[in-house]
């Protein structure tokens, strides 16, 4: 469920008047017979400083410079108007060049990417979020001693009785899944606590866990499987949480070296022509 925070009143005004003023300067430069993408071309600079600023913000925290997520709102609302800048100054159309295809490509990247960890941020649940730092090394711990658990309930089965089908599910599915590396993607669905369907197909071909003894060894193991589903998942989460800003952060240091270029660029050759 994405939980989107509206933006304060400060703002949206914010917004309406960056919009309000771009539209004025195109207008007036359209008047004067201006090139509208050199004015276009100030805006999505400027734009994409003050994004960068975000940036310099984080690394400054203890810096008395306004609240952390006051911050983080101008950084959006300020990607929302940046994404129309661009696509003002490109014109609503693919570039042919290299280095303008190169650029635009990275920049179209950094603003989904951005978008995507928003709508990321705003999914994720609050607690994940908040042990962003913490979490994985926590998890694999928890793995390791759910699968000792598991063992152990294995080798006490073993001892209690001579029937060993169960443990051969248990060898050949079960604790191959509780070994292995969560995906990227999930393949389960939620009522099954997201237990992979390759899973839940072979291991339900041996074994009806909708109907186990309570407590019984089969039961603890079946608990401890979709535990370790559900960890697999805070994992995935994880993944994805720090994923998308190993795109935007590495992207947009390559645009600042870029976006320097086009601007020195653009202006030699503007220079040029009117000798
Ligand atoms: C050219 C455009 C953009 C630039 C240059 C830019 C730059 C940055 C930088 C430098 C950071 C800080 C990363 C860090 O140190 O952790 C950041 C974080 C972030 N950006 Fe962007 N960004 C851009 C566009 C966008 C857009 C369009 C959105 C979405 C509307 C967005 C959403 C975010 C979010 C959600 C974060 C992480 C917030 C946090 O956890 O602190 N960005 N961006």
Partial sequence: MINLKPPSGSLITLLAVAFV???????????SLGDPARTSGWFLLGSFVLLCVYGVRKKLPFLP???????????????????????????FRFPTGIFDTLLWIGYFVILLSGFTGWVLLRTIPQPLRESIHLLPARIDQEIATLIKEADSLILELRKSSSHNEYELVYLSILRPFLFSKARSLSSGKKEKQYLPNAVVDSYSRHSNFSKLESNSV??????????????????????????????????????????????????????????
């Avoid at 539209?23 to 008047?31: A, K, V, W």
């Avoid at 609240?67 to 661009?86: A, D, E, P, Q």
């Fill in 65 to 91: 410079l306004g609240k952390t997520s006051t911050w983080l709102m101008l950084h959006l609302t300020t990607g929302v108007l940046g994404g129309y800048f661009f696509l003002e100054h490109t014109e």
């Fill in 21 to 31: 003023a771009f539209r004025y300067c195109i207008h007036e430069t359209d008047q």
């Fill in 218 to 275: 089969e039961d603890k193991i079946h608990q401890i499987v979709l535990r370790k589903s559900v960890l697999d998942r805070q994992l995935r989460l994880h993944s994805w949480m720090r994923g998308w800003l190993l795109i935007h952060l590495p992207f947009t240091g390559a645009m600042v070296i870029m976006i320097l270029l086009h601007v020195i660029l653009t202006h030699a050759f503007a220079a040029g022509t009117v000798q």
